[in-house]
């Protein structure tokens, strides 16, 4: 009989990643069995840090091998669905397919029950994927994700953090990935304050990344050049997640810039 | 314990199967699809709040089914899986509503010659087009027939009563508004009364929206601004 494989009509599961690696297991993010260290792009600068009316998660564009730029413009921060935003700082690939399928996971389930997952649901959901991913991780290849989101129950909105064994820890006030994110850490200690508007938000967050830019060579700044902007969104119950203009966060820049080549000059 | 099998011929095995099938559809209320000139409206008599019969399957694919619940409700879960997994290994534009359907026309075909009872569902696959001469309205059958419609399609115990009082009538021309109201005139002309906005289930696939996703329910607030407009 060809239709639906029986697996399809006879499935229980809502989790998509449990329904590919049972159907099709290739597809998933695979174990080579190789040592890829120093082989593949990696690097990046991923902050995050609550706001007046939610969150703000931005990324740099960066990719690097070793001390070579791999990509100029990659998206590393992406709306995980209409209520939630992620960030992967790590392996790029891997970083990727992580983000795709996470996508994919809520996306599954909410079409699957006909309802979504609450904040703290996709967040346990997540840690679930990279428990799975555990094989990659000791390879080297591994990927650090960072998740906020607001849902009815938590208005205000919530910042998680991973490790890659699966750890989930609850972020209070704000909280950075990467290779570049002890720099945009200090800077966010300074910088952040509770209530800020959107587009204060969105100087502290170009400043913070402009601070990793400045130190770790695998983050990128702002790239007058090509134009391109570091990724930022913005999460609230209003309007859910949402990205802010490039051209609107390079303004941003252009202003950080001007400013910090006076204080340099002075 | 066993008795001598009786002869039965196979007319009258597929007969008996079709009347079974047909019986219980006909218990049930009816779903109407039509197209819009920015969408496609799905359209259900449906008292329930959250025990659906129109449903969202991938980015421009919607589903809706009349019947018996479990057995349309496994099949749109079938169809969710079949659509996620092969997004994810091809690439999102790759899941069509041709190919959906033949997968249901397949297991529909199968269950209704090999398995011991055919399943009592009709469905409707309806995929929205980039364009609107792209849109795709498919109706299955519990036999696994499909039929290709053009501007709208009933299913359900009053299908031909809704079909006739929607005959002619070009939807695709028309905007939500209008569509809406011929949807719910024919069916409660099928019913011979007047369905409540919660008493109504709709959903319709939106081209102009800039999301990847086109599926949306209606609220019973939406429905009764559509209503009173």
């Not at chain 1, 993010?29 to 082989?39: A, E, I, K, Y």
């Not at chain 1, 991780?137 to 998680?160: E, H, R, T, W, Y």
């Not at chain 1, 930022?232 to 209003?238: A, I, K, N, R, S």
Request: charged share 20%.
């Amino acid at each position: 009989m060809s239709g639906f494989s029986p697996a399809f009509l006879s499935s229980t599961s809502n989790s998509f990643v449990e329904l590919a690696r049972s159907l099709a297991p290739e597809t998933l993010p695979q174990n080579s069995g190789r040592d890829l260290t120093g082989q593949s792009p990696e690097g990046t600068t991923i902050i995050c840090f609550r706001t007046a009316t939610g969150v703000l998660m931005a990324g740099d564009r960066r990719a690097t091998i070793g001390n070579l730029i791999a990509s100029h413009s990659m998206e590393k921060v992406e709306a995980a669905d209409d209520f939630s935003v992620i960030g992967v700082a790590g392996t790029a690939g891997v970083a990727l397919d992580l983000i795709r399928l996470f996508r994919l996971e809520l996306e599954h389930y909410e079409k699957i029950e006909g309802a979504g997952l609450s904040l703290n649901g996709k967040a346990n959901r997540l840690a679930a994927m990279l428990r799975g991913n555990l094989g990659l991780a000791m390879q080297g290849l591994s990927v650090v994700p960072l998740f906020a989101g607001v849902d009815a129950s938590m208005p205000q909105g919530q910042i998680f953090s991973f490790d890659v064994t699966g750890g989930r820890y609850v972020e209070h006030r704000f909280h950075a990935i990467g290779s570049g994110s002890g720099f945009a850490r200090g800077a966010l200690k300074k910088l952040w304050q509770p209530d800020l508007d959107t587009s204060a938000a969105i100087g502290v967050a170009v400043e913070a990344l402009f601070d990793a830019s400045d130190d770790d060579s695998a983050t990128g700044g702002p790239d007058f050049v090509r134009q391109i902007a570091p990724t930022v969104f913005t999460v609230d119950l209003e309007h859910g997640a949402t990205e802010i203009d490039s051209a609107a966060v390079l303004e941003t820049a252009t202003e950080v810039v001007a400013r910090r080549t006076r204080s340099a000059r002075a | 314990m066993s008795q001598a099998p009786f002869y039965v011929s196979p007319e009258q095995l597929m007969k008996d199967r079709a009347d079974f099938a047909r019986k219980g559809i006909a218990r049930g209320r009816s779903v109407v699809v039509m197209r819009f000139d920015e969408g496609i409206l799905l359209l259900a008599e449906n008292p329930s709040p959250t025990l659906h019969k129109i449903a969202e399957i991938y980015d421009r694919i919607g589903f809706a089914a009349v019947g018996k619940y479990n057995e349309f409700e496994t099949l749109r879960q079938a169809g969710v899986r079949y659509a996620d997994l092969r997004g994810y290994s091809y690439d999102r534009t790759d899941v069509t509503a041709r190919g959906l359907t033949n997968a249901y026309a397949q297991t529909l075909a199968g269950v209704f010659t090999t398995e011991s009872k055919p399943f009592e569902v009709e469905l409707v696959v309806a995929e929205l087009g980039h364009t609107a001469e792209h849109d795709q309205l498919y109706r299955l059958s519990y036999d696994g027939s499909v039929i290709d419609e053009t501007e709208h399609v009933a299913i359900g115990g009053r299908a031909d009563a809704i079909t006739d009082s929607l005959a002619g009538l070009a939807t695709s021309q028309m905007s939500l508004h209008e569509v809406f109201a011929h949807g719910v005139q024919a069916l409660s002309a099928a019913t011979q009364s007047t369905p409540a906005a919660d008493a109504l289930e709709a959903a319709i696939l939106d081209r102009t929206t800039t999301k990847q996703r086109t599926f949306r329910r209606l609220d019973d607030a939406a429905m009764n601004r559509l209503r009173e407009d």
